[in-house]
């Protein structure tokens, strides 16, 4: 079982920077590929950016390439995503995904375990 628990989700202006965190448990972090996805009111869960587990391997949805940056730590058995230049638009539930052994992919239901998701809520 993998726990996963994200941080760092507010409320901030659009323009302005947010960096959400997903901590892991487990011992072999670094083979999970990690991913973030959001879920807006009404809306399917979409997503975000997906790294490998050794970080070679990066996707980004096309919505927010070149304003979100996805990174890991596999020593502090965590996952980033810097989010700049936000807009009304990214206003969602942020939740962290990991996909046991497996590739990083754009699917949702290559990933096997979720967090519980962090609220970012940009203001025009």
């Known amino acids: 079982q993998v726990q996963l628990v994200e941080s760092g989700g507010g409320l901030v202006q659009a323009g302005g920077s947010l960096r959400l965190s997903c901590a892991a448990s487990?011992?072999?972090?670094?083979?999970?590929?990690m991913a973030w996805f959001r879920q807006a009111p009404g809306k399917e869960r979409e997503f975000v950016a997906a790294?490998?587990?050794?970080?070679?391997?990066?996707y980004y949805a096309d919505s927010v390439k070149g304003r979100f940056t996805v990174s890991r730590d596999n020593a502090k058995n965590t996952v980033y995503v810097q989010m700049n230049s936000l807009k009304p638009e990214d206003t969602a539930v942020y939740y962290c995904?990991?996909?046991?052994?497996?590739?990083?992919?754009?699917?949702?239901?290559?990933?096997?375990?979720w967090g519980q998701g962090t609220q970012v809520t940009v203001s025009s």
């Open positions: 790294i490998s587990g050794l970080g070679g391997r990066i």
């Open positions: 487990g011992r072999t972090f670094s083979s999970y590929a």
């Open positions: 995904a990991a996909s046991i052994g497996g590739w990083a992919t754009r699917v949702r239901n290559d990933y096997d375990y």
